[in-house]
C-alpha cells in the first residue's frame, strides 16, 4: 500500500479522489514483511481525508514472512480477534473474512472462527467496541511520515515475493536504509536500530507480524505520495522516499533520526489525554471530553505474552478507570494506574471523570 500508493502514476489513476467513495485501501499481509507500514498508509490516507473509509483484511495464511518462514494456517482464533479489534480502533469499517471461519463442507463455525470472528462480531454488535470517526481518535500521533516518489530500490525490494536468489544483485544489502532488509530472504532477520520501522511501530524483526507496538508515542501514519491534504491534523511532518529520511529541505544521517524522530514523538505524545507505557498496542477513543474508551492489545504475534500496563494522566481531571467488559473498578489516575494484559488477548477500558458519573 505505501510505495504502491506513493506512486505518482498510480495516484493519478486511483487516488485523484474519483473513486474514494468506493475503493476502501486494502492489502494482503501474507508474505508481507512490512505490514505495519501497509497499515499506517491505510490509516493515513483515511486520517488526511483522501480517501473515505478503509477496509481491514483477515486471511488464514498469514504467519508468512517469506516461504523459508512459513507456519501456514492459524489453529487458535486469537491473532485474528486481537488484529480485527486493533483495526476497528483505527476506524476500519470494512472487514474482510478469510482464515477459515467456517468449514467448507459442514458451514460450521471453527475453532478459529468461534474464537477470532464471532467473538469480534459480538463486539462490534453489542456496542462494545464502535469504529471511531476520525476526530474520536486521540492516540494518533501528530508525526507523520509522508512518503515521496518510493526509489528503485525500495519499490523493487519491497516487492520481492519468493526470490531468495537475488540477494545483493544490486549490491544495496549491506548497507543501511530507512527501511531496511525489506527481501524474502532477509525475512526474520533483526532490523538494525537505522530502521524507522523500530521505533514508529516498535519492530524488531523483519517478519509477519501484524500488530504495532504504539505505546508511548501513540500510532504514526504513513502518508502515500508526500502531500498533505488536512494540514491541521499534522504537527511534525517527515518524508521518506524508502531509502533516506529527510525534515524540510534536509536530509539526515540515518543515524541522527531516530533521536529526531523520538524527540518530535515525545512531544506529540503530551497533547494524549492519557499516557500509555508497556509494550503494547493501544488506542485511545473519545466518546466525550469526560468519557474514553482505551483499547490495550498484547501484539506478540509469535511471541504472546501477559503485559504489564501503566497509564497516567496527562491532562486535569478526576478520572476513574474500570473494565468496560466486566465493570470492575481500577482505580483513579490521581496516581498511575497499573494493570495487566493477558497473553494472547486485550483489555477495553473506560475511563470517565467523576463528576460527569453524577
Known sequence: ??????????????????????????????????????????????????????????????????????????????????????????????????????????????????????????????????????????????????????????????????????????????????FDRLDCYWAMAPLPRSDVSTLLWGRTRRSSENLAVTAPHGFVCVLPGGQTKDRGRWGSRWTTDGDNVAKGDRTMPLADVRTAIASDLNAAARAFPFRVEGHVFHQIIEQSPDFMVVVLIDPGWLDPAERDVTIIANVPGDWTVSDRLTHEPLGDLGRPVSLQVPAGVFRLLDIRRKAAQK
Open 1 to 178: 500500500m505505501a510505495p504502491l500508493a506513493a506512486d505518482s502514476r498510480l495516484r493519478q489513476l486511483i487516488f485523484d479522489g474519483r473513486y474514494r467513495s468506493v475503493i476502501p485501501p486494502s492489502v494482503e499481509d501474507s508474505n508481507s514483511r512490512t505490514t505495519d507500514a501497509q497499515l499506517a498508509a491505510r490509516v493515513g490516507l483515511w486520517l488526511d481525508g483522501q480517501v473515505d473509509d478503509w477496509c481491514c483484511r483477515v486471511s488464514a495464511d498469514w504467519f508468512c514472512a517469506s516461504r523459508s518462514w512459513e507456519w501456514e494456517y492459524v489453529m487458535t482464533g486469537h491473532p485474528h480477534l486481537r488484529y480485527l479489534t486493533a483495526q476497528a480502533s483505527l476506524g476500519a469499517r470494512v472487514f474482510m473474512f478469510l482464515s477459515g471461519e467456517r468449514a467448507r463442507r459442514s458451514g460450521q463455525w471453527t475453532r478459529v472462527g468461534k474464537e477470532g470472528a464471532t467473538n469480534f462480531l459480538n463486539i462490534l454488535g453489542k456496542g462494545i467496541l464502535i469504529p471511531p470517526r476520525r476526530e474520536q481518535l486521540r492516540a494518533v500521533s501528530s508525526v507523520v511520515l509522508a512518503m515521496r516518489e518510493p526509489t528503485k530500490r525500495f519499490a523493487e525490494h519491497g516487492a520481492n515475493g519468493h526470490h531468495h536468489e537475488r540477494w545483493n544483485d544490486d549490491g544495496t544489502d549491506g548497507k543501511r536504509w530507512a
